[in-house]
């Protein structure tokens, strides 16, 4: 059975890496549950030929992946610092006023739009999660409670509510209709409106070898090439294009209506990513081989550290990290325990590996001699958090794009 390509509908798609049936990553476990079947399902990753989007054959129903979802307000640092700065930029560049419109889809719990309110710009938030939307509105920030698509914009154009600045951050990769999101930032913009759309580039998952940010909920893995066509169909252009280190590498893109002339630095992007082939499945070729190298390489340390009588654990119950311990089979005979700073994942269990989750102060309390990081994206931030327990002799080992010791 083959599906079809979500951006361009072809139905050739070519296998890249299956990383075999896995639990959902975000599905952490109560105690009771401990013992119950866990659903897995396939995680394959594919390549359009057509269309050159990377993306997983499997849509888990939104029903199913978002029915144990933790609840996710609590971003961390780096990230807050860069959307204040990003709303600061923008109000700036867009000179954003009180009669200018900035919308975000899937706008959490408002905290990027938040820093509008400061600078006198109305906002709107649009939040499909009851529990993330009133937390917003707790916080000053105006949120529709909805799914955004073709028929939300429509009706939003209709109230006069159009955008100046649209953000939707980290949304492309999580919608199995993609079109049709992308058909509604189409109809909220207003006709000089610029969105600014932040998705984790392919290009890093490939060269930096980070298999674990591939799960259940990251539908598609984007180049520049693949958006340049997929807004293309919805008479929509790339203006500009940077790339931002958040997530393990991002792009952060400036799209606008078609027919505006595109910044050097999108033609230099496009050009570079033909150069280095990422256009043909040739580019993606090897890369399974990679992740079964970086295997190797990560057990074999952890097994050794082990055999030496060290006691091991892990930082971060996050969604790459369930990724990471349920593909390399890394379980609680290497593991002792996983910390978290959220306090709704302390007290639950990893899935599939079934690590409990504790909070940071048990690397004191406890102090094992290594710890995992799985959420090597904030390495920066959670080394100087852990300041203390590395003053106390405790080791740091950062797994991708190689396992390293700090
Ligand atoms: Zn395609």
Redesign the pocket.
Known sequence: MSVP?R????EALQPILSLGPTPLANALLGADRLHAPEPRYPLDLVF?P??S?VQITETVPPEVLFAEYPYFSSFSDTMVRSARELAERLARERGLGPRSLVLEIASNDGYLLQHYRPLGVPVLGIEPAANLARAAEGRGVPTRCAFFGRALAEGLAAEGLRADVLHANNVLAHVADLNGVVEGIAVALKDDGLAAIEVPYVRDLIERCEFDTIYHEHLCYFSLTALAALFARHALAVADVERIPLHGGSLRLFVARAGAEPSVRVKEMLVAEAAAGMLALSYYRDFAGRVEALRRQLVGLLRRLKAEGNRLAAYGASAKGSTLLNVFGIGADVLDFVVDRSTVKQGRYTPGTHLPILPPEALLERRPEYVLLLTWNFAEEILAQQAAYRAQGGRFIIPVPEPRLV
């Open positions: 390509c951006s361009c509908g072809s359009c057509a269309c989007l």
